[in-house]
């Protein structure tokens, strides 16, 4: 299939913006310009700086032009969470600190029933009742994350982690709430892929549309069974997830 003209013009100009030939804060050509130097029609032309400006790699400054966009400095996501950092407290508060930030949150909480998908991960029947926790992950005041996180209420029901932000161990990370109930952690499983971000997401973190974000799914395990699964959302042009892995 043939690759529409205004496609091929983005990819040109995306390649050249990834290269560091295009770099951020510079002009990038006009519409006549690219109407020329592409033999193309204005559509093709506009069409092509549309689809850049809606994936985050340009911008539009009024009466000026069109302009490679100034992307936040990129901040590295030790995923190493899963040691002492979280036996007592927070792991995205004990990473912001590491990074020299304050780390906060904002979060929901409410119960329902769990999807297929959800039951599936936490190894229980569809409909089963659930806690569902929406967080928006906060550095220096400004969102920089987004989770939604699922736990069994048939194992924290009535129990004072059954909300994950109220009782004497909120704010706690999830190996220190479970231990809480007698809940001993062996293993988390992470799975990373990437997808454009949805516009909810993109209003809450302030990204473009047709930004690319990460999605952690994260799974928290005793020895009998999941405790807690959870959607971790990432801007790639905000941060690059590191995993530290030990060896036996």
């Known amino acids: 299939m043939t690759q529409p003209a205004y496609q091929r013009i983005a990819d040109d100009l995306r390649q050249q913006i990834i290269d560091g030939r295009l770099a951020p804060g510079e002009r990038v050509l006009s519409r006549t310009q690219i109407r020329e130097q592409y033999e193309v029609s204005d559509q093709v032309a506009i069409g092509a700086v549309r689809l850049l400006t809606s ?17 936040p400095e990129l901040k590295r996501l030790a995923r190493y969470w899963y040691g002492t950092s979280d036996r007592d407290g927070s792991p995205f508060r004990s990473e912001m600190a590491r990074q020299g930030r304050e ?25 089963d009742p659930v806690m569902t926790s929406r967080y928006t992950f906060l550095a220096d005041e400004r969102p920089v994350m987004l989770s939604t996180s699922w736990e069994p209420l048939a194992l924290t029901g009535g129990t004072p982690i059954m909300f994950p932000e109220e009782g004497p161990h909120a704010g706690a990370g999830v190996v220190a709430r479970m231990r809480a109930i007698g809940q001993h952690i062996e293993s988390v499983q992470e799975v990373v892929t990437a ?54």
Request: net charge negative.
């Open 55 to 71: 994936e985050g790699f340009l911008e539009a400054r009024s009466g000026s032009g069109t302009y490679v966009r100034r992307k």
């Open 103 to 127: 780390g906060t949150w904002r979060v929901s909480s409410e119960t329902g029933s769990a999807t297929p998908q959800i039951a599936e991960r936490l190894d229980i029947a569809a409909g």
């Open 195 to 248: 997808r454009p971000v949805l516009q909810s997401e993109a209003e809450l973190l302030g990204e473009a549309l047709g930004s690319v974000v990460l999605v952690i799914r994260r799974t928290y395990r005793t020895a009998e069974r999941p405790v807690e699964t959870a959607d971790i959302i990432v801007p790639t042009d905000r941060y690059e997830a590191e995993y530290v892995l030990p060896v036996e």
